[in-house]
């Protein structure tokens, strides 16, 4: 595609569920990033992958997230027994490589209600 | 590890004038730095980066910034803002060795009003 697509677009779940998210970076990048986005705060780094692999996972916040990416390509994010606090918007990026521009998706909001 | 600071968490502006949003970055390496604008209820996008070479960086939308190595910043600035331009900046800093994480600082939001 075009650009970084991620799905779904907006997410409202019951507290206690779990949720998958879905990035599908551009085509031939590397590497990939999961970034969240809280109301009024900046960004902040969750995970990043290189091909299939996770060198810098520092960013995740519990044990109820982990994220994946296969064949070089898609990733997802899960979020297990959601809590309120995880309400965000969830931002995925990809790149080539060092240097080279990281591009955004749109992001997939999360409410947990 | 690298850190990103701006300094202002809002800039109101009126249309036409020019407006400096203040960004200072900390690292014991090599880094690259970018800028980006998010428009409401957008994603992010890049306005500039900057890489290597000349320390003044033109990027879109008539924005540039000037990389000082001396005093850790990368302040962004236009000359002349318009009402098209109210949305949320972002400064981020990389390193230079390997595809690794972006760090954002907190972000400002201009405000640009008649």
């Known amino acids: 595609g075009a650009g970084v697509s991620q799905s779904p677009s907006n997410k409202v779940t019951e507290k206690g569920k779990d949720v998958e998210l879905r990035c599908d970076p551009i085509s031939g990048h590397t590497a990939l990033y999961w970034y969240r986005q809280s109301l009024g705060q900046g960004l902040e780094f969750l995970i990043y992958f290189q091909g299939n692999s996770a060198p810098d996972k520092s960013g995740l916040p519990s044990d109820r997230f982990s994220a994946e990416r296969t064949g070089g390509s898609v990733s997802t994010l899960t979020i297990q027994r959601t809590q309120q606090e995880d309400s965000a918007v969830y931002l995925c990026a990809s790149t080539p490589g060092p240097g080279n521009t990281i591009y955004f998706g749109e992001g997939s909001w999360l409410t947990v209600v | 590890a690298q850190s990103v600071t701006q300094l202002d968490s809002q800039v109101p502006v009126f249309e036409e004038a020019p407006v400096e949003l203040r960004c200072n970055y900390s690292?014991?390496?090599?880094?690259?730095l970018f800028w980006y604008v998010q428009y409401p209820n957008q994603g992010l996008q890049l306005l500039l980066k900057?890489?290597?070479?000349?320390?003044l960086v033109k990027g879109i939308n008539g924005f540039e910034a000037e990389f000082n190595k001396s005093q850790t910043s990368f302040h962004l600035r236009k000359p002349s803002v318009h009402i098209s331009d109210t949305a949320e900046y972002f400064c981020a800093v990389k390193d230079t060795g390997t595809a690794s994480k972006l760090t954002f600082g907190t972000g400002t939001r201009l405000q640009v009003t008649l």
């Open positions: 900057y890489l290597s070479g000349s320390t």
């Open positions: 690292s014991s390496v090599s880094v690259y």
